[in-house]
């Protein structure tokens, strides 16, 4: 006579099988409440459901579960072997999906709008170095200016102090804006004459304004104490072109700091009355305050290194 050691799959010397995972869970909550309709409720589900589970998982098992009393429910000691393990199970699968959850938050993609001109000649050319200190974490460069919303899609923000805040936004200052005159280095002695050692702006320099800052000259005319200049000159849709056409020689632009910084620092550009601070400054904004440690606050940290 031949004996099978592993037995038959459905033999019921031998059976392994778990019984379903929903009347596991309606059994744990009413083990845990003792009390099926708190079950029922916490599970989302109708007392009645969680009742027929828990009836079918004592048919499957072939013992009671639960004393039924007077519409109150008692564990057995079955019942209560069958809690702490269950219990146990489900608190190491709860640890397991939070665990993993944590590593997919930690991974995805953030989301980070920048205002245009800062993300092309501020936060694109130095984005390698951020990168390399922070390979793990993946930031999605975009370009916005102005009021937004985080229901769009947006996790952080970087804008300048130009619009009311809502007051749910978290802001974490990041630098002032400074500005000045700046030009062409080699038009730059045409165009600024000194007096006294200190430079001064001709007043037939050809002036380039923008309009998405109209005001940017008397704003920096009042900064550094300067009387007030006439609106004469070339006007470009956007600050990148008039910077752009600085570089080109075309005339003499209010340039903020960190968006000329690298032209100036290279010789390409050249800011004779050197730079003020106008009263506004650039803040990095979130839904709500930077967790110490997360990739949000590490990204805080470097754009602060930058500035």
Known sequence: MISDINGESESPLNDERLPSLL??????????????????????????????????????LGVALFERRSRRVFLTDAGRTLARAVGEGMDLMRQ??????????????????????????????????????????????????????????IDLAIRRSDFPLPGSYHA??????????????????GWFSEKQHAATLMRDAP???????????QEWAAAAGHSPFDTRGQTFDHFYFSLQAAV?????????????????????????LGFIEDGSHYCLLSPKPLVPGSPEAELLAWLRLQA
Request: hydrophobic share 45%; glycine share 8%; with cysteine.
């Open 172 to 189: 974490e200052p990041l630098f002032a804006e400074k500005v000045g005159p700046v030009c062409r280095t080699d038009k730059a002695a």
């Open 207 to 217: 002036r380039l304004h923008t309009g998405t800052r109209p005001g940017a000259w």
């Open 248 to 272: 080109a020689g075309l005339g003499v632009a209010i340039g903020p700091w960190h968006l000329v910084r690298d032209d100036v620092e290279s010789g390409v550009l050249s800011a004779p």
């Open 96 to 153: 397991a999906v939070s665990e993993l959850r944590a590593r997919a938050s930690q991974k995805r993609q953030w989301v980070l709008s920048c205002e245009p001109t800062l993300l092309m000649r501020w936060l694109i050319p130095r984005w390698s170095d951020f990168q390399a200190r922070h390979p793990g974490t993946d930031v999605h460069l975009v370009a916005g200016g102005g009021p937004f919303s985080f229901a769009n899609g």
């Open 23 to 60: 009347a596991l869970r309606c059994f744990e909550a009413a083990a845990r409440q003792e009390n099926f309709s708190r079950a029922a409720a916490e599970l989302h589900l109708t007392h009645g459901a969680v009742s027929r589970a828990v009836r079918l998982l004592e048919d499957e």
